[in-house]
Each structure stands twice: as structure tokens, then as C-alpha cells.
Nanobody
Framework: QVQLVESGGGLVQAGGSLSLSCAVS????????MGWFRQAPGQEREFVAT????????SYAGSVKGRFTISRDNPKSTVYLQMNSLKPEDTAVYYC????????????????WGQGTQVTVSP
């Protein structure tokens, strides 16, 4: 059974930082690209960041580039999202996801999803 479990969400003031983790089990972690997406109330789930199977390539949404960093630890089957200089508009439920693609920004390419973790940024 495939499981993706996010952790690290919470409440932070604007300008602060949070670090999200996603522990993965039930699949060959190194054979999957990993992505982070987010969904704010009343909005579509949107792409945030992705990292290739090996960790050698990354891609970010324009709204987070330069502030967020995605990384992975294949032996630990864990993907991370370091979020700095947070803004109120970053408030959302953050989801990690796994794809058999090498690396992809497309939501439809992700076969497995976590349950999400809430991130709230106060002004």
C-alpha cells in the first residue's frame, strides 16, 4: 500500500519560514519524481515544485521561485520543501505527490498523493 505522509505545516507570520516533509512508503522512491502542490480555499490545486528521480533537476512555480527549495533523500524515501520569506498568499493545504515520470509539473502525471498539511501565513 502506497502512503505519502506530509508533516511540518502550521501557522507562521509573514516573512517567516517553514519546512515540510513527506515520508513515502510502498513504492520504489528513487523511481519516482516528487512534487509539491497546494490548494487554497475555493481555488484549484496548483503546482509548487518538483524534483527529478535522482534529485539532480528541480522546477518551481514562478510565484515561489527564489523562496522555496525542494529536496529529497532517497535512502530515507523523503521529500522536503523549505519555504522562506512566506507571504499570506502562500496560505494553503500543501500536498506531496509521486509520479513515474522523470520530472513533471503536470498534476495529471502524479499517480499518488498525500492527505495534505495546512500552512497558514498571517500578515
Amino acid at each position: 500500500q502506497v502512503q505519502l505522509v506530509e508533516s511540518g505545516g502550521g501557522l507562521v507570520q509573514a516573512g517567516g519560514s517553514l519546512s515540510l516533509s513527506c515520508a513515502v512508503s510502498g513504492l520504489t522512491f528513487s523511481a519516482h519524481a516528487m512534487g509539491w502542490f497546494r490548494q487554497a480555499p475555493g481555488q484549484e490545486r496548483e503546482f509548487v515544485a518538483t524534483i527529478s528521480r535522482s534529485g539532480g533537476s528541480t522546477s518551481y512555480a514562478g510565484s515561489v521561485k527564489g523562496r522555496f527549495t525542494i529536496s529529497r533523500d532517497n535512502p530515507k524515501s523523503t521529500v522536503y520543501l523549505q519555504m522562506n520569506s512566506l507571504k499570506p498568499e502562500d496560505t494553503a493545504v500543501y500536498y506531496c505527490a509521486a509520479s513515474t515520470a522523470w520530472i513533471t509539473r503536470l498534476r495529471r502525471d502524479y499517480e499518488y498523493w498525500g492527505q495534505g498539511t495546512q500552512v497558514t501565513v498571517s500578515p
